[in-house]
């Protein structure tokens, strides 16, 4: 049984920074693949950042040079590094594990940022 919990979670100013962290309980593969995810107000969640067992990473634009994803395989936990936040960044944060084996997908429960002076 595969459970994730995300903290990290805050109000933040514009410009400023947040690392969110996500702990996984139970077994983490070679081939599992992890990821943050968020979902603003009224808006589907959508991909942040992702990261193999192997530390390969991939972000979509509007993160790129402002976030960073990084994971410690042996704390079985995740990070998400957020600099020169924007508003609009404001949503809650999950973080995934996704197991290519079996196409089985955990989510955390996640953990609310907001950006706001």
């Known amino acids: 049984q595969v459970q994730l919990v995300e903290s990290g979670g805050d109000l933040v100013q514009p410009g400023g920074s947040l690392r969110l962290s996500c702990v996984v309980s139970?077994?983490?593969?070679?081939?599992?693949?992890m990821a943050w995810h968020r979902q603003a107000p009224g808006k589907e969640r959508e991909l942040v950042a992702s990261?193999?067992?192997?530390?390969?990473?991939n972000y979509p634009d509007f993160v790129k040079g402002r976030f960073t994803i990084s994971r410690d395989n042996a704390q079985k936990t995740i990070y998400l590094q957020m600099n020169n936040v924007k508003p609009e960044d404001t949503a809650v944060y999950y973080c995934s594990l996704f197991r290519p084996t079996t196409g089985a997908k955990y989510w955390g429960k996640g953990t609310l940022v907001t950006v706001s002076s």
């Open positions: 990261i193999s067992y192997g530390g390969r990473t």
């Open positions: 139970g077994s983490i593969l070679s081939i599992d693949v």
